[in-house]
Structures are given as C-alpha cells and as structure tokens.
C-alpha cells in the first residue's frame, strides 16, 4: 500500500515560480512511473507531467518548457518546479502513480495565479 501527500500550493504571482512536492509512504515508490495531474474548475483533471522509475519525464504541451518534473527516489518525494506560471495553470494539483490509479489520490494542493 502507499500513499501520496502534496505540499507546497499557494499564490504566485505570473512569472514567479513555485515547487510542489509529493511524499510517498510505503517503499514502493521507485518501482512507481509517477505524474503530475491537475483539476481546474470546470475541467476535468488532466496529466501535467510524467516521470518514470528511470527519470525520463514527459510533458503536456501546456507546461512544457515552464515546469520541471523530478524525484528523489532515497528520499520517495516527487517535485514539480513551476517557472513562468500563468493564470490558467491556477488549479488544484494532485500526485498520482502515472497511469493513475483510483485509490491513491490524495487531498491535492490548491496553485493560484493571480496578480
């Protein structure tokens, strides 16, 4: 069994930039292809970023460039780094194993961009 718990959400002004994080319980987590989803009002939620056991990351074409997927697997924390956020990435962010499955969704962490 494992869990994820994200931490780091907040206000950021576009242009700033923020990190999440994700802690994973168990000892799992390095076996685990792993992603970044994120759910704004009215939308379904959707994969941001994908970083499998060996590190190889992928993109969606909206982040890419602007945000960067990592993970310490001693440690068995994911990261994403937000550069140059926008408005529209204003959501609520989640962790997940990548494809997600259903019962290891967490609370999320709420991102808002604003000036």
């Known amino acids: 069994q494992v869990q994820f718990v994200e931490s780091g959400g907040g206000f950021v002004q576009p242009g700033g930039s923020l990190t999440l994080s994700c802690a994973a319980s168990?000892?799992?987590?390095?076996?685990?292809?792993m992603g970044w989803y994120r759910q704004a009002p009215g939308k379904q939620r959707e994969l941001v970023a994908r970083v499998a056991k060996d590190g190889i990351t992928n993109y969606s074409d909206s982040v890419k460039g602007r945000f960067t997927i990592s993970r310490d697997n001693v440690k068995n924390i994911m990261y994403l780094q937000m550069n140059s956020p926008k408005p529209e990435d204003t959501a609520v962010y989640y962790c997940?194993?990548?494809?997600?499955?259903?019962?290891?969704w967490g609370q999320g962490t709420q991102v808002t961009v604003s000036s």
């Open positions: 997940n194993t990548a494809p997600e499955l259903n019962d290891y």
């Open positions: 168990g000892n799992i987590f390095r076996i685990l292809h």
